[in-house]
């Protein structure tokens, strides 16, 4: 059954959501701040700042009119910048009914609140009766599933009807859903993923090999899932897609704007000139500072994430923080292999 869809950003994300859904032949709307690139979208079938060289389906329609796109939209899918959630989801709250299922697809903690995006979105929809929010995330990269590059993700929420719903929306050949009722799970799995691509970049930026990388990979999913058993998550969670997956896919492909990013603070850059050289959000970057006030306010061991904290706004050189993590007092791996597992191996 075909579905009035509003996606809010049109980023390369956003585009290649909407571009899934056109293919399941959905009424597609996909919102942007700019006129000129829903022009481009609509005349060109081109996205070429975010998605060069791709070719967009006929059936999305671009707009800069936020109340055209959602005004009787039965799914809004909310793509972007963790710090625009709040504002988005204000201007959109008019249009929401209650039979309106929220979906947002973006991966991040808020600094100073330590909120997750779901917890941000139904904070500001306090006041409205949307009937469900539901996360998507997992191991996608945008540039592949414009190509139609077998993908899988998962989706979750506090209703698992409308997760299940949100599945069959989605759901094709090439693009493959499953759900996860662990929602605090798998929205922490998305977000401190990106944390660990940051490091993963740096280290090959200082030139370090497989090793480092496997190391920091693995250390790193040991870290998220610490701070999400705190929080309440099935440390299971963080073996699936959205936390060992989606940790596989940034930390090594050079798709990944947090990947680059961190191998241009390995290559010498300062954080400022890597911002501005990127031109998009670098999630991590923000995420990174979130969780480490968090983890320091909940007594979180996260070494891995203070040393790039130290980094990134402490002015540490990434070759002296590399050396502090190798130089840390000596551990017993098995705790940290209880945590994922979910015993205590006693």
């Known amino acids: 059954m075909s579905e009035k869809i509003a996606v809010i950003g049109a980023g390369s994300w956003g585009t290649a959501l909407a571009g899934v859904l056109a293919d399941n032949n959905h009424d597609v709307r996909l919102w942007t701040r700019r006129e000129e690139q829903a022009t481009e979208i609509n005349q060109n079938r ?63 903690i808020e600094p100073g609140t330590s909120k997750r995006i779901s917890e941000m979105m139904e904070e500001e929809l306090l006041e409205t009766k949307a009937k469900a929010t539901v996360v998507l995330s ?66 090959d930026g200082l030139g370090y090999g497989d090793n480092a990388k496997a190391a920091l990979m693995t250390r790193g999913l040991a870290e998220i899932a610490r701070l999400g ?32 990013a961190g191998y241009k603070l390995g290559s010498g850059n300062d954080l400022q000139t890597v911002l501005e050289e990127m031109g998009m959000v670098v999630e991590g970057v923000r995420t990174t500072k979130a969780v480490y006030e968090l983890a320091n306010d909940l007594d979180v061991e996260m070494p891995i994430t203070t040393a790039l ?19 840390r007092v000596r551990k017993h791996e098995v705790e940290n292999m209880s945590l994922l597992l979910g015993t205590d191996f006693q």
């Not at 998605?51 to 899918?77: H, K, M, N, R, V």
């Not at 997992?138 to 299940?164: D, K, L, N, W, Y």
């Not at 904290?309 to 130089?327: C, R, S, T």
Request: aromatic fraction near 8%; glycine fraction near 8%; hydrophobic fraction near 40%.
């Open 229 to 260: 058993v705190k929080f309440g998550a099935n440390p299971l969670t963080f073996t699936g897609l959205s936390g060992l997956g989606d940790l596989i896919v940034t930390c090594i492909s050079q798709h990944s704007r947090n990947w680059r």
């Open 46 to 108: 081109t996205n070429h700042k975010y998605l060069p060289g791709f070719e967009l389906p006929a059936a999305i329609q671009a707009s800069a009119d936020l109340e055209y796109c959602t005004s009787d939209a039965d799914y809004i899918l909310l793509v972007v910048p963790t710090k625009a959630v709040r504002e988005m989801v204000q201007q959109i709250r008019t249009f929401v009914h209650k039979n309106t299922v929220l979906i947002h697809a973006s991966k991040g």
């Open 309 to 327: 904290y130290d980094v990134l706004f402490e002015n540490k050189k990434p070759e002296v923080a590399v050396q502090q993590l190798m130089g």
């Open 138 to 203: 997992g191991p996608s990269h945008a540039e592949e599933v414009c190509e139609r590059q077998p993908t899988t993700v998962t989706v979750s929420s506090h209703i698992m009807e409308a997760a299940e719903d949100v599945q069959e929306l989605f759901m094709n050949n090439q693009f493959r859903v499953y759900t996860n009722q662990d929602l605090i799970g798998v929205e922490i799995g998305g977000a401190l993923k990106n944390i660990i691509a940051l490091g993963i970049g740096m280290t």
